[in-house]
């Protein structure tokens, strides 16, 4: 069967995972700023040009802080 990660590791990878998708939002922001385009930017980080584009649009409007993950309802994600 599957092992479960303990506790105080779960946490540390749900934020590890948190950091990392703040990363590649702010990435694609400075690619963008260097003048490359929605669609080579989600080549290169291997997201959607849609994503890309909802991400700078939130950079452009909302500035650095949009690019964080926003608070969710309900139950958080179980990592195992």
Known sequence: GQRR???G???KAAKAQKVARVAVRLR?????????DAPTIADD??????????????YNTEGL????DAPRSGQPRKLT
């Open 45 to 58: 980080l291997g997201r959607s040009r849609r994503a890309v584009q909802q991400w700078i649009r939130w």
């Open 28 to 36: 694609a922001v400075v690619l963008a700023m260097k003048g490359r």
């Open 65 to 68: 802080d949009a690019l964080c």
């Open 5 to 7: 990660l303990p506790p």
């Open 9 to 11: 590791l779960r946490e």
